[in-house]
């Protein structure tokens, strides 16, 4: 059924705990948490619990959760004290853009200049 856990997802098994990670923030929708390859000195991937395959999906499924995932973003900026030096959400779609695990998810970066456009 949509929006239900997949077994073969690592972000399903993040948010089930049966893979560790280091969250920073949790609500009853959506999971903060570090990126194991940070690209920033602040990487924060915000996920809701909820799985679909990318963040156009889950705002067509789930409008109210895919504004919670970017209320979360605002969030995680304030609590890494990014926001007043700017920072950026990003969410990669589909393999050409660079996305590789199929579960929506936003990027947090910031921490360091930004260029734009980015690569
Ligand atoms: P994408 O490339 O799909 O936009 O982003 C996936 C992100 O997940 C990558 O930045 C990658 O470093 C991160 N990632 C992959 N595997 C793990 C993991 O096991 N734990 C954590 N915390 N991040 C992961
Ligand atoms: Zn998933």
New binding site residues.
Partial sequence: MAGEPQADC??CK?VAGD?P??VVRETETTVA???????APT?V?VIPRVHYPDAAALAVAEPGIAADVLREAGEIAAQEKIDGTGYRV???TGAG??????HA?A?VLGGRGLNWPPG
């Fill in positions: 690592l972000f993040i893979v990670a280091t948490f570090r990126d194991i390859h940070p690209q990487h991937l990003i969410f990669n853009a660079g996305q590789t695990v199929f998810h990027h």
